[in-house]
């Protein structure tokens, strides 16, 4: 079973970045996907990026050449680096990792995007 935590949220200005990172444990072994999605107030979650093992690195549109994925050699941490902010991206971020077929979740780190 994986645990999973994340760090680095928090409020930013519109156009301002954050890095967010998730730390896991105990072990990587059998972690096909590692990543974050996001939830908005009064929306559903959505995936925001994804390092996949079957489909590589996937970003949602509303983020793609803004937010950077990341998975470390190790397999068991990840990162999203995200730039050029918008009051859109706030939200709740959860790190997620799919092990052996069973999703796992973090706690979440609220993101704030606000002048």
């Known amino acids: 079973q994986v645990q999973l935590v994340e760090s680095g949220g928090g409020l930013v200005e519109p156009g301002g970045s954050l890095r967010l990172s998730c730390a896991g444990s105990?072990?990587?072994?059998?972690?096909?996907?590692l990543g974050w999605y996001r939830q908005a107030p009064g929306k559903q979650r959505e995936l925001a990026a994804v390092?996949?093992?079957?489909?590589?690195?996937i970003y949602a549109d509303s983020v793609k050449g803004r937010f950077t994925v990341s998975r470390d050699k190790y397999g068991i941490a990840v990162y999203l680096q995200m730039n050029s902010l918008k009051p859109e991206d706030t939200a709740v971020y959860y790190c997620?990792?799919?092990?052996?077929?069973?999703?796992?979740w973090g706690k979440g780190t609220l993101v704030t995007v606000s002048s």
């Open positions: 997620y990792a799919r092990q052996l077929g069973v999703d796992y």
């Open positions: 105990p072990n990587s072994f059998g972690i096909s996907d």
């Open positions: 390092v996949s093992g079957s489909s590589g690195t």
